[in-house]
């Protein structure tokens, strides 16, 4: 149990277009959902925490109107990043909480995002 | 906000080895700390996780300690194998409605 997917696992585009990457929890319901960022050799940083139904929380510096969260159903989020440029070119993780009582958050497998 | 420090940055070990990755956290408030495992190009796997309340958790050859008073937790790999080389990560948050605040992450590599 506990599955996340995300789609697609690994993307290239052109600079100034936008991609789109899909979260989905796959056995459970997820109320919250949040995106991370992750450099070559780094840790995990955390974009934002998106709720079901809510504007998203964003983390201090990362820019809204660029990197836009939907989290629409219990079971789906979205990251599209938008007019992409080659310093946006990361590897960006989805995780997932089921709701109230867990802290548990379980991670999707990563999508690497290329910009050209 | 909270912070957390992960010691050693790389751990390099003998198959058959034990080890012992160590972290501290600054909140006193926390209260939840899972460990990941991320292999390369994935995502991280949740190994393990300790909630204040207990000071000890094990699951086969992985156990996790912690120590409120201190401020600092550890993750005990025992009889490694080279299927645990990976990345491993801990973290902490202070509620279930919270974020986590990883360390850096340490590098366990097992030979042969």
Known sequence: GAVVSQHPSRVICKSGTSVKIECRSLDFQATTMFWYRQFPKQSLMLMATSNEGSKATYEQGVEKDKFLINHASLTLSTLTVTSAHPEDSSFYICSARSGKGTDTQYFGPGTRLTVL | ?112
């Open chain 2, 1 to 112: 906000g909270e912070n957390v420090e992960q010691h050693p940055s790389t751990l390099s070990v003998q198959e058959g080895d034990s080890a012992v990755i160590k972290c501290t956290y600054s909140d006193s408030a926390s209260n939840y700390f899972p460990w990941y495992k991320q292999e390369l190009g994935k995502g991280p796997q949740l190994i393990i996780d300790i909630r204040s309340n207990v000071g000890e958790k094990k699951d086969q050859r992985i156990a996790v300690t912690l120590n409120k008073t201190a401020k600092h937790f550890s993750l005990h790999i025992t009889e490694t194998q080279p299927e645990d080389s990976a990345v491993y990560f801990c973290a902490a948050s202070d509620s279930g409605y919270s974020t986590l605040t990883f360390g850096k992450g340490t590098m366990l590599l097992v030979s042969p």
